[in-house]
């Protein structure tokens, strides 16, 4: 069987069918069985191309042969090779030349156990058939479910096709006079900002961001309409969910987000009515507690507005974030000449694709030139991204991995 497996694994049935329907066949023929999972699904995207998946698993091709072996390839582009009476050494020197096939991604590097870990998992089939059973019938189970999901999402998209317009002045000023008189808290939305110190996975919330959902208001309001095609007609829409928000926060009796929240707001705003009211609704100790995020775009469009509201807030005693940085424009910002406090710089998986660390450690000297404590690694969906941003002296951390530890711990973000 062997290759054959990779080329054919779009057609047919799935591998993870096929995985599951070998382990029953088997029945009690277990003796001397052995299986390793190899995680290849948890590589980089430029890594688990299906040219990569057919090398890799090319490289238990002599094995397949020598040891009544058999590879399955899954959906997700991991490896499950079963053989019989293999020498766990020769095991592992395939197991380790795959390894070394991907040695440029984080997940082949490190010799820890716990590196190797995350790299493949073994199974005695003999002592462990049961568990395997329920683990590769879970797998199956999953990709049944994958497979519906993808053909219903396909079928939407051919739906979809096309069909979304793009914002025009007209349907602007209709969405404006609607939001002027729409009750939106159903729209808000909060996610936590929370500090995770090295050696804890424990997140302590150290404020929550508040923002209205521009995706689910569009799908609710103007669903054949893309609200973000034109860029200074979505800035002006922004002012005006702005005005919103602060309206919202003044009729606010939640007692959860009286104070220790961050809004996203225009510097125009901030020198408007709205801003005045909400400000003198707050409690002066509240003020403290309060972040104001600002855009990139909007601070350097006009610096002298900017300037002039960063005077206002800094002597109400509210704090300055500057949202939107990522791992190239950080070096461009000089935090304290900007009178900012806070910055939030996004995570994306190829900030730790550098074999040779000299972009690592050039971005370290930017962060600490910054200060440490005062960046917020944002978009955070993987452990990897809090590794990461421990290994650069990073504290504090927002995003749906984030949400997924305050969810786990009962806590609410």
Known sequence: MAISQVQNRSRGPSQEYLLLDYLQRLGRNLEGRMAVHIHLSRLRPQNRQDHHIRIAAATFEGMVNNYEGQIFVLSNSDLFFICKDAAIEDIDAA???????????????????????RFCTWYNVESQFDELLDIVKSMHRERERKARLAVASE????LNKGSRKALDPEQLGKLENFLRRADLSNL?????????????QAPQPVFRELYISIADLQQSVLPEFDLASN??????LTQTLDSRMLSMLVRNDDSSIASSFSINLNVGTILSPPFLNFDSSLKAIARGT??????????????????????????????ICLDGLNHLTL???DRERLGLDLLKLIWT?????????SRTTELKEHIDRCGRARIILARCDSDEAVRFGQSLGITMYQGRYIDKLLTSEGRVG
């Open 155 to 158: 079928k939407g998209a051919q």
């Open 188 to 200: 808000m939305r909060r996610q936590a900002v929370c500090a995770i110190t090295p050696g804890s």
């Open 331 to 333: 070096q461009f910002i």
């Open 231 to 236: 860029l200074w007609l979505f800035q002006h």
């Open 95 to 117: 197991i380790m030349k795959v390894r070394y096939l991907f040695s440029e991604d984080p997940l082949s590097q490190g010799d820890e156990e716990e590196d190797l870990a």
């Open 290 to 319: 309060v972040v104001i995020e600002l855009q990139k775009i909007d601070i350097f469009g006009d610096m002298g507005a900017y300037m002039f509201a960063r005077d206002f807030m800094r002597e109400r005693g509210y704090r």
């Open 349 to 357: 998986p190829d900030m730790a694709d550098d074999l040779s660390g």
